[in-house]
């Protein structure tokens, strides 16, 4: 019974087993040695394996034909598969393999593929484990997208370039303002230098390179020659093969040269075959991990795996076929399904195919030039894209490895305080300048930059001078000056206060700005107004005097003609007399104006009004003086300052205005661009005027309109940049800045488009703004050096003071007040004299010369003695005691009623005031 049941489980499993010897046919041109040797070693390495295919045996039969005869090719083809095949491999020209997968379909002879084939719909047969090129481009593309490329070149060999490259050609249609140019290899020659130049001439970085393998190191080599592998040129090689390109001639250039490779020979399977095929010599398409060897190798493997698939559940048989007879193999479509469901890893990476047969699920290395080779930076695949495998410190290690072996070029001109030339002595001959180096006969603000950049980055440099001193600007579909130097590579930086603009942008890369400004306007000052010493008067207009003056006048007579009308201001004069026979008014005339005037003066007075009306009246006067003595203080100290400050415009908007005065900017400046596209009113307005002035009010330099601002004399306002309108006002005091800015911007350091030293320059400019180092260039050479400061010293000196011209009017209105009342005071005298009918025999000025010593005399003291003298002088004295008497009297006499007796409590007042008695 036990011997049936084996009989059976052995007829089971021959019924189930594949043939002793399994057939692979391959089709080779003599080109394709390296390839027939990948495919001998992997029959080798199949039948060499104990885990598949244990019980069968794979031979070959491979058939060569001449390279391009496709007759010669199917006809090899036929005596193949006449003795029965299990599947054909090979060949890899376009017009031999597609009669082989004709042949393939017709006979269901699996074909297996391992060259691209760009075609969508594939015979039913056919399997290729070579990527599809649409696959292909989307890593090309994806590539693009990541780093930014704006513009490129695809320099490409055939027309099957094309349609590989189909991805970067549509790009433009999905991202606006993408430019692509396509340059054809020219066929018939192996010197493509002329084609190279175009490209340069262009001043296109960017070049996608689609060629055979063979050419990619000549067309490197004559990049070379013409300069076209600088730190700023970009190739993207679409060969997946760059790893195998030798680069060691471009150690010390920074060229970027990027590709995919899709044999990683980091793997443990590879070096595993590498170790059984040790021919590390050979290169090219003889070395062994070639992407056309290993995909043959591979293709064997995934073929040998399917039939050990297979061979656990069913069972082949293969049989004769012809070319001409009718017929196809039966169990053909059953080994394509079981190779449609292989997953295997091999030397090309995972393998796995969709249902029309194209591979699927494979990755890619993004390979970037590093010194003298090319080494892994990165991975591709469908799903998530290109992945960066290198670190963040890594990255800045190989920048800060790429400046250090970099003498950085930079362009620049004078143009003060960026960079100017150093003040020698006046023996020094221009001959002798001219054998100077650039640092020893400059200086200023860029130059101490760089200085300091460079120890900040670590990076060498050396400075050079634009010839025609122009920034750049973009004339005739041409850039000029220092934006042609970058972009022409001639120079890897261009500094000078060059502003950071739109247009601009898109010619070069701008480092973060190390200074921000904008558009002012400058302006010579007016002249200050001929000092007027009574400038104290000017805060109000005579109008306001006057009225100010009739005020005091009528606010004074009213008050004395209120104070007669009511009666509370008459008071008795005798407060011991109940009835009185007069009575007395304090506010007479002269004393409504003392009152007044103390009030003015805002010191009061003794004399107080008693009534309501009168002191309504004082209490509005009082309101009055309190709003203009206030007004006069406050404005006092603004009109003081106010002609320092005085300007017929002020603004932009005053300009605009008005068109006695001229204005202009540079000519071929960022401040004319400015106007030119600013779709501000005003600013229209202004840029229409300046276009149309004639003659021209355009500059052909910032210092030929600073010349013409002061020359002018206040007749002319230029256009130009804050920093730079800082910088002369501070040294030309006759200068100033009209209003605010006009608008916002920067400067910054200009480097080629997508300079790889960018972001390593912009970080340092980020680091010396944050030390403080930019801050403190801008004070050195803008408030110290050449000058510096003195207008600022001298405003703040002028500002803090006000000078005897300003003020002395009002010690004149003193000196002259004090004059006057010395007049009155000899009016006063003489008049006193002669209503005291003084002796005419003694002089006028001799008895004010007594008076004066008298006056001077300070052992005086505070009373004064009683002249004695002549009858004449008893006379004046009768006269001075008559009055002195009527004066007393006004208070009441003392006497009895009849006159004739004396009261012994008082004393009556009739004796003499001298002393003497009747």
């Known amino acids: 019974m036990m011997n049936i049941l084996y009989l059976l489980l052995m007829y089971a499993i021959s019924a189930c087993a594949l043939p002793d010897v399994i057939k692979l046919a391959a089709l080779f041109d003599d080109n394709s040695g390296p390839q027939?040797?990948?495919?001998?070693?992997?029959i080798d390495m199949v039948n060499d394996d104990r885990t598949i295919l244990t019980r069968s045996l794979v031979t070959k039969s491979i058939a060569r034909y001449p390279q391009d005869d496709s007759f010669k090719a199917s006809k090899k083809l036929c005596e193949l598969i006449q003795p029965?095949?299990?599947?054909?491999?090979?060949?890899?020209?376009?017009?031999?393999?597609?009669?082989?997968?004709s042949v393939s379909e017709a006979l269901h002879v699996p074909f297996m593929e391992t060259r691209w084939d760009y075609d969508f719909k594939r015979s039913d047969y056919s399997i290729s484990v070579h990527p599809h090129p649409s696959v292909l481009g989307k890593a090309f593309a994806e590539f693009v997208k990541k780093v930014g490329w704006k513009s490129f070149v695809i320099l490409y060999e055939n027309e099957e370039g094309l349609v590989r490259l189909q991805e970067l050609i549509k790009m433009p249609k999905t991202f606006s303002g993408m430019q692509v140019t396509l340059r054809q290899l020219t066929g018939d020659t192996i010197d493509y230098r002329p084609l190279l130049k175009e490209i340069k001439k262009s001043e296109e970085t960017k070049i996608v390179l689609d060629c055979d393998y063979e050419k990619i190191a000549l067309i490197l080599h004559q990049a070379n020659e013409i300069e076209l592998l600088t730190d700023y040129h970009n190739y993207l090689i679409t060969n997946i093969d760059v790893d195998k390109v030798n680069v060691e001639a471009y150690t010390h250039q920074n060229v970027n040269i990027t590709g995919f490779r899709i044999v990683d020979p980091d793997t443990q399977l590879v070096r595993k075959y590498l170790k059984?095929?040790?021919?590390?010599?050979?290169q090219g398409r003889n070395h062994p991990l070639f992407s056309e060897n290993a995909f043959m190798y591979d293709s064997v493997q995934v073929f040998a795996k399917a039939l050990n698939n297979l061979d656990s559940l069913s069972t082949?048989?293969?049989?004769?076929?012809?070319?001409?007879?009718?017929?196809?193999?039966?169990?053909?479509?059953?080994?394509?399904?079981?190779?449609?469901?292989v997953d295997h890893m091999g030397l090309s990476g995972e393998i796995r195919f969709d249902g029309d047969g194209f591979r699927t699920d494979f990755q890619l290395d993004l390979m970037e030039k590093y010194r003298g080779r090319l080494r892994k930076t990165g991975i591709w695949n469908l799903e998530a894209g290109i992945n960066y495998t290198m670190t963040a410190s890594e990255i800045g290690t190989q920048m800060i490895e790429k400046l250090a072996n970099k003498t950085l070029r930079v362009v620049t001109t004078p143009n003060s305080p960026f960079v100017m030339e150093k003040e020698f002595d006046s023996t020094v001959t221009a001959e002798a300048k001219a054998r100077f180096s650039f640092l020893e006969r400059y200086e200023g603000f860029c130059v101490d930059l760089i200085?300091?950049?460079?120890?900040?980055?670590?990076?060498?440099?050396?400075?050079?001078?634009?010839?025609?001193?122009?920034?750049?600007?973009?004339?005739?579909?041409?850039w000029t000056g220092m934006i042609k130097q970058l972009r022409s590579q001639n120079a890897d930086m261009a500094i000078i206060d060059m502003s950071i603009t739109s247009i601009r942008q898109t010619a070069v890369d701008f480092t973060m700005p190390y200074m921000n400004t904008g558009v002012g306007i400058l302006y010579k000052k007016k002249p200050p107004p001929p000092q007027n010493l009574f400038s104290f008067l000017m805060p109000l207009s005579l109008d306001v005097w006057i009225y100010m003056t009739t005020a005091y006048l009528g606010v004074s007579i009213t008050m004395f003609l209120l104070a007669r009308l009511t009666p509370f201001e008459w008071e008795n004069p005798h407060p011991c007399v109940d009835e009185p026979e007069e009575l007395e008014n304090e506010l007479t005339l002269h004393n409504c104006f003392w009152h007044n005037w103390g009030s003015l003066m805002q010191q009061g007075s003794d004399i107080a009004p008693k009534a309501i009306s009168t002191r309504m009246v004082a209490g509005m006067w009082w309101f009055f003086t309190l709003i203009m003595i206030s007004s006069y203080t406050a404005n006092l100290a603004a009109f003081l300052t106010a002609s320092k400050m005085a300007s017929p415009v002020n603004s932009a908007e005053d300009l605009?205005?008005?068109?006695?005065?001229?204005?202009?900017?540079?000519?071929?400046g960022s401040t004319n661009g400015f106007f030119s596209s600013s779709s501000i009113p005003t600013y229209q307005k202004l840029n229409a005027f300046m276009e149309s002035a004639k003659p021209s009010v355009y500059a052909k330099s910032n210092s030929e309109g600073l010349d013409r601002v002061r020359k002018e004399d206040g007749m002319y306002a230029f256009f130009m940049e804050a920093a730079a309108i800082e910088y002369h006002v501070e040294r030309f005091c006759d200068l100033r800045q009209l209003g605010g800015l006009l608008d916002s911007k920067g400067y910054g350091?200009?480097?080629?488009?997508?300079?790889p030293y960018t972001a390593a320059i912009s970080a340092g400019v980020l680091a010396l703004q944050e030390t403080g180092k930019l801050k403190e260039l801008k004070i050195k050479w803008w408030e110290n050096e050449r000058g510096g400061g003195a207008c600022k010293v001298k405003q703040a000196g002028g500002n803090a003071q006000l000078s005897l011209a300003q003020l002395g009017g009002v010690f004149i209105v003193l000196v002259g007040g004090m004059a006057f009342s010395i007049i009155i005071a000899i009016f006063e005298f003489a008049w006193k004299r002669r209503k005291l009918a003084v002796d005419e025999n003694e002089s006028l000025m001799h008895e004010m010369w007594e008076e004066f010593k008298f006056a001077v005399n300070w052992r005086a003291g505070?009373?004064?003695?009683?002249?004695?003298?002549?009858q004449s002088r008893v006379g004046s004295r009768s006269l001075l005691s008559k009055s002195n008497a009527e004066s007393i009297n006004k208070y009441g006499v003392i006497l009895d009623d009849d006159k004739s007796r004396k009261d012994s409590t008082y004393a009556t007042f009739n004796e003499n005031v001298y002393g003497e008695k009747k």
């Open 36 to 42: 027939e040797a990948a495919f001998q070693r992997a």
């Open 84 to 101: 029965g095949i299990a599947a054909v491999f090979g060949p890899t020209s376009p017009f031999s393999a597609n009669h082989v997968q």
């Open 276 to 282: 059984k095929y040790p021919k590390r010599s050979l």
């Open 316 to 341: 082949i048989q293969p049989m004769a076929l012809s070319c001409d007879a009718a017929g196809s193999w039966p169990d053909g479509e059953k080994v394509l399904s079981y190779l449609k469901e």
């Open 451 to 478: 200085k300091a950049l460079s120890k900040e980055v670590k990076f060498k440099f050396e400075f050079q001078l634009e010839p025609d001193g122009s920034y750049g600007s973009y004339k005739n579909g041409q």
């Open 656 to 668: 605009a205005k008005q068109t006695k005065i001229k204005y202009g900017t540079y000519c071929c």
């Open 749 to 755: 350091i200009a480097l080629p488009k997508d300079s």
């Open 862 to 870: 505070d009373t004064k003695p009683i002249k004695t003298g002549s």
